[in-house]
């Protein structure tokens, strides 16, 4: 409609009673699970973090935003007051479930978990130990990988000759409505395991080199002074971001100040250290962190991972 005063179009929504509202299937863009786990996942961010809804939270106001825990109760920290950061939920919920009253300034938090990423979270020795590690399992996994492969081949080729078939048992006149059911099944069952064959590993592995902690060390020092330049630093905020899983902020024995864990994110820490360009170092991380990450999905990050798992962990350190 247009505004009385100067005739400028305006758009306005009619009253809510006045829409009509139709379900149409058919025009869905993702299926009803996928959307059900988005929900889910974006209800357990809204519980983890603050209270803000995740959609008022994919720009988180501090560097270290939702990436810090409480190591009492294992909450969200968050801003407490002009410059400090505590537990929430000692905060909010009272001390029935949780009592750490403690708090940290946001300067010296930041001050030193930026000088761990730049300077312990790659030391050469356990850089190289890592390598090491890491072309064991992943000769390992890649042996039974490709043994999976076959198997999985095979049965991709049975899925679709098989719905081929009912196709031309409905174009020879069986109604539609008899194979209806094994189609669909057929179909969901190609499906899943394109996608399983599509996770087997990439011809590309990650290249592991001596100079990898140099290179790592070079562009998070980089990433760092960028942080301060108005141009480029909400893309290094970010890339930052992605090579910490967790920061836990535990109470020290004294009783006076926090203790700090920095868990660092092996896929983005990897990413950077072997040269990937800032956009992928946040995809690997972002992957390492979706939840529900299927193990049977063996990529380059599902085995980084893993062998984190089995008992190498270079990334945690308590500053
Ligand atoms: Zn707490």
Redesign the pocket.
Known sequence: MKEPGSGKRVSRLNDESAWQVTEVPTLRIIDDALWQAARQRQGDLKVKGADTPVWDRRRPKFLLSGLMA?G????GFAKISKEGFG?S??RNKGSA??T?MLSIRRTDLEATVLTALEHHLMDPDLVEAFCLAYAEERNRLQAAASAGRSGLEKELAQVTRDHARLVEAIIAGVPADQVKDKMITLDARRKTLETQLSATPADDPLRFHPSMAKTYRDRVATLIRTLGDAEGMEEAKEVVRSLIDRIVLTPAPDGKSLTIDLEGALAGLLALATGRPLQEVRQASDKQKAPGVERGAVDIIGELVLVAGTGFEPVTFRL
């Open positions: 409480c009492c109760c294992g909450g537990c939920s000692a479930v949780c750490n």
